[in-house]
């Protein structure tokens, strides 16, 4: 089943059609009770990365923690599945690009785990001033007295916590600093500088400024390219001596091999890690010497451990699935846009208008090579602030009768992709107002350099009663719901034209539902009478027919013998 621009709606409850959703991963029970009743859940234990792959095109949904490495071999071979949940905030082991191309939704818990993440930096921050992890070894091996005269620490009141990424997690260690009577520096080009002040935050321009001046530095950034290996060598000689760093945000912000040479060359003083750039680390790797080291408190991973944010990320989640499943858009996607609830009643019949729309085109005009397109949006749509699943659903239409979008076909997380793969490019405008009073919203698609380069490749739309209709085709003005199969003739507007067309049918055993006549668009009529040697083109018209079952080619083309009839065309929506 192919995705369509907007997410399916599951169409039936009963067991036997139920959707199927994997979760490779422990997960607090609480979130799943969203899901159960709907949806059949399979959680299965110590799931290999061969067997996942060998399973995972079963299911619809994938909800996974850390661990469960979702690459882009395992989403080629996913051929149902429509989202993938990571139950916390990083993304890193998703990859993102390919389950765009393939066009599965990416969705994360950004909000679930940021007091937890917060808390446990000051945990690790207060272990590394307080030598609470070595104090806790010797005394479990029999010591005391030398403990506490080797393992003296420092007030963190008065000192200066350097952040790096002040974001929804670094704000929050901010404040939490603040109330230990901490000086707040930070470094983030994106921070607002009214809500830096408002936490008793300096905002200071650039790394070699907040380096020298800080006392313990915590970074909360994703891992992207620019923030990959942030802190290396350089950087680390820039600090004090006696500074300690800390990383509760994403293994490989420090360069591992950077950090172990600063602290064994004293370099810097300590250092507090949750997070590595292999999880567990490797045997002999920087990571292992770094989790050994006697001037470094090493925890596995908890920034999210606790009861509170797994109960929170798995309850978001689970709900944004749930959505997405039934129809919905996810509140938190990493790969499509958000789209408001208000919005979104309003563009779903226009959905479906801009993908017959672009059928329409493609089967009417035979493509013709053309490649670049305008969309135009007119009255209330033009004031949307969304209008992506539209485009999507135009790119949908336009390639769905000559190719295939992807294994999957098109839909609004991958339509920018496949709309740069085929070499299609559609610029959107928007107008406020209404076409003469008449339409509320009015979508108008015209192509520009095709093979006879023309204007005349036009096609306008309309919703009215939750039905697409075609307002204009081409050169004509036209009044048909955009729906079913149509046979359309270019002909002589004569009589008896009608009576002829409906006899052919009639015995080829072809029903006729509706018929609707277009006549020239008044300005192309009027310019044609005007014309020397044009005047028989200004009596040229279209007889749009919709029709039960399929016309075949023998029927194409004894109607194509009539006379007055110019062309024939058979359109599937």
Known sequence: MAPSALPEQESSSSVENRLKILIPEKVSQDGLALLSSKYEIHQPKNLTSSALLSIIGEYHALIVRSATKVTAELLAAATNLKVVARAGVGVDNIDVEAATKYGVLVVNSPSGNIVAAAEHTIALLMSVARNVAAGDRGVRGGGWAKERSSLVGEEVGGKVLGIIGLGKVGAKVARLGVGLGM????????????????????????????????????????????????????????????????????????????????LNEGTIAGAGLDVFTSEPPLPDSPAEALCRHPRVVATPHLGASTVEAQENVILDVCGQVATVLSGGFASSAINAPLIAPEEYSTLLPFVSLLEKMGSLYTQYFKGDGGRRFSVTYEGELASLGNTKPLFAALIKGLIGNISEGGPRGVNIVNAGVVAKEKGIVVSEVRRGGERGGVYASLVTLRASGG???????????????????????GRFSAGFVAEGNLV??????????????????????????????????????????????????????????????????????????????????????
Not at 231 to 239: H, P, R, V, W
Not at 454 to 471: C, N, Q, Y
Request: cysteine-free.
């Open 183 to 262: 000086k707040v520096i930070a470094m983030d080009p994106y921070a607002s500088p009214d809500i830096a002040a408002s936490l008793n935050v300096a905002l200071v321009p650039d790394l070699k400024t907040l380096l020298p001046l800080t006392d313990f530095l915590t970074i909360h950034t994703p891992l992207i390219a620019s923030t990959l290996d942030l802190i290396s060598t350089a950087e680390f000689a820039l600090m004090k001596p006696t500074a300690k760093v800390l990383n509760v945000a994403r293994g490989g912000v420090y360069n591992e091999a950077a950090l172990l040479l600063a």
């Open 488 to 573: 359309v003739l270019h002909n002589f507007d004569e009589p008896g034209k009608i009576g002829g067309v409906g006899g052919i049918l009639g015995r080829r055993g072809v029903n006729i539902r509706f018929m609707s006549v277009a006549s020239l668009d008044k300005e192309e009529k009027e310019q044609l009478q005007q014309e020397e040697g044009k005047e028989e083109k200004s009596n040229e018209a279209l007889m749009i027919l919709g029709v039960e079952g399929d016309v075949s080619k023998e029927v194409v083309d004894e109607l194509r013998q009539e006379e007055g009839i110019l062309g024939v065309s058979v359109v599937r929506l």
């Open 451 to 473: 093979a006879d380069g023309s204007g005349g490749r036009v096609i306008e739309g309309f919703v009215s009663g939750e039905k697409g209709w075609i307002a204009r085709l």
